[in-house]
């Protein structure tokens, strides 16, 4: 099957917030938690930010249809939510091939989402990439985290994406993986 990948735009606010909600850990059905979920909520404004300050969101559709996303954006994009304010303290601290990371030369990457009626069809991983690709002319690493409940995220990230565990950590008493690969690989 083949999927158009491309930069969003304010028109796909709509349907980007309806697959958001859909996997959201909020508001996502039991049964579909086990494949996956999204931890932060976003409201319309904060995509608006994030599409017109970061272009940091990226979809992949088919048929007008948008079936994945992945937002990327800038520490300070991010640093308004507890979470990442506390990535942002411990960042200096983790080196990675060779850079010893600052919000100068990493960026946050995630969420991202793949509906489940698309998954396994390789959308994720070209979200991925496109979006890659595209914040490698800002930045020469990507780092993430995924939650140590999410083992379908971090099989995804691990072994069709190729990202690297730097460490380990715990925030609000979960425990989570840090991750990160560079933009130029």
């Not at 489940?116 to 930045?139: C, D, H, I, P, T």
Request: glycine residues 4%; hydrophobic residues 40%.
């Amino acid at each position: 099957m083949a999927f158009d990948y491309r930069i969003a735009t304010l028109d796909d606010i709509p349907q980007i917030l309806q697959l958001h909600y859909r996997y959201q850990v909020d508001s996502i059905s039991e049964e579909d938690k086990a494949d996956g979920f999204i931890t932060t909520a976003f409201t319309e404004a904060q995509l608006t930010e994030l599409i017109e300050q970061e272009q940091g969101l990226f979809i992949g559709e088919q048929d007008q249809q948008i079936v994945a996303y992945a937002m990327a954006a800038s520490w300070q994009f991010w640093s308004r939510w507890p979470m990442f304010a506390h990535m942002i303290k411990d960042l200096e601290s983790n080196t990675y091939q060779g850079f010893t990371l600052t919000v100068d030369n990493s960026y946050q990457y995630g969420p991202v989402c793949v509906d489940k009626s698309f998954r396994g069809q390789g959308v994720f991983e070209g979200v991925f990439e496109f979006a890659l690709k595209s914040m490698a002319k800002r930045y020469p690493v990507l780092v993430t985290f995924i939650n140590k409940i999410n083992p379908r995220s971090f099989a995804a990230h691990t072994q069709k994406v190729r990202l690297d565990v730097i460490k380990e950590f715990e925030f609000n008493d979960n425990q989570y993986y840090e991750l990160a690969c560079l933009t130029s690989r």
